[in-house]
C-alpha cells in the first residue's frame, strides 16, 4: 500500500470515529455501531506505524467506553467492557450486534457484502457489483452502508462506482464532510479536478479548519497549475497542523514549482 493510501485510510478511521461519536450524541445506537463497526475493520486492516497505531487505538479505546458506556447502549445490549488495544475483540463483537439485527429476505445484509468483496477481491467485478447494487436496494436509506460499499469501490480504484453510490448517499443524512471529501478523491483520481475542487470547498463549508481537507484541495489546485492558490490551502493546512506529512510534500513541490518558474523568467527576460 502505497503512503498517500496509507494517510487516506487514516483520515477514513478517524472520520468513521467521529461519525460515530457524533451519531451516539444524537441518539442514534445503530448508525453509530455501523460507523464504529467500519472503523474497527478498517483499522485491523490497515498497516501503520507503531506510534499511529497507538494514537489511533487511544482514540477507539476511549470511543468504545463511550459508546458501551451509553444509557443506549447499555439498555439494549446490558453491561459491557474491552481493554485498550482489543480492536479485533470490538470488532467481532459490534459486528455480530450488527448481523444480529440486519436480516433481508433470510440473508444478512453483512454477509452479502462479505461475498461481494469476495467477487471483488477474485477480480468478478459484474458480480461484485450486483450484489453490492443488491445490498444498497435493501437498505436504501442507511447512509453508513453506502459509505462503506463506495469505500470498498475505492480500495479496488474503481472510483466511478465510487462516485455513483456517495452521489446516492449525497440525499441521506449523513455526514456532510467525510462525503465530500471522499466525492473530491474520486473525482480527482478521475482527473475530474473542477468537480473535486467544488466537494472540497462544500466540506470546507462545514469543516474550514480541516486541515486534511486543505491538503486534499490544494493537491488538485496544484494539478491545475493554479499554485497561488495552492499554497494559500497547503499553508493553511500547515498552520493547522505544523507536523503534517502529506501538507509538508506539497508544501516543498510548490516551493520548487515557485522556485522553476522564477528561473525559467528571469532567462526569458
Given amino acids: 500500500m502505497s503512503r498517500e493510501a496509507r494517510i487516506q485510510d487514516l483520515q477514513l478511521i478517524t472520520r468513521k470515529l467521529s461519525e460515530a461519536k457524533a451519531h451516539l450524541q444524537q441518539g442514534q445506537l445503530k448508525r453509530s455501531l455501523m460507523a464504529f463497526t467500519n472503523a474497527l475493520r478498517q483499522t485491523i486492516e490497515l498497516e501503520i506505524r507503531k506510534t499511529d497505531n497507538e494514537r489511533l487505538s487511544a482514540k477507539i479505546f476511549t470511543l468504545a467506553k463511550d459508546l458501551t458506556g451509553s444509557e443506549l447502549f447499555k439498555s439494549s445490549y446490558g453491561p459491557v467492557s474491552f481493554a485498550e488495544g482489543q480492536e479485533k475483540v470490538m470488532y467481532d463483537f459490534m459486528n455480530s450486534l450488527i448481523e444480529a439485527e440486519q436480516e433481508e429476505t433470510g440473508e444478512k445484509v453483512v454477509e452479502k457484502i462479505a461475498r461481494a468483496q469476495k ?14 447494487d443488491g445490498v444498497l436496494l435493501a437498505v436504501p436509506e442507511d447512509a453508513a452502508i453506502h459509505l462503506d460499499i463506495g469505500e470498498r469501490y475505492m480500495k479496488k480504484e474503481l472510483y466511478e462506482d465510487a462516485e455513483r453510490v456517495f452521489r446516492v448517499a449525497e440525499f441521506l443524512d449523513t455526514e456532510p464532510v467525510h462525503l465530500c471529501n471522499r466525492l473530491g478523491i474520486a473525482l480527482r483520481k478521475m482527473n475530474r479536478y473542477h468537480e473535486a475542487i467544488e466537494q472540497y470547498k462544500k466540506a470546507l463549508s462545514f469543516a474550514r479548519d480541516d486541515e486534511h481537507i486543505h491538503t486534499n484541495i490544494a493537491l488538485v489546485y496544484y494539478l491545475i497549475q493554479d499554485l497561488p492558490t495552492s499554497y494559500q490551502h497547503i499553508k493553511r493546512a500547515l498552520e493547522l497542523a505544523p507536523d503534517l506529512e502529506e501538507a509538508k510534500k506539497i508544501r516543498d513541490v ?16
Avoid at 467477487?119 to 453490492?132: N, T, W, Y
Avoid at 522556485?259 to 525559467?264: G, L, N, R, V
Fill in 254 to 269: 510548490l516551493i520548487k514549482a515557485a522556485k522553476k518558474a522564477k528561473e525559467q523568467k528571469m532567462q526569458a527576460s
Fill in 119 to 132: 467477487l471483488l477481491d477474485a477480480g468478478q467485478i459484474d458480480k461484485a457489483r450486483e450484489l453490492f
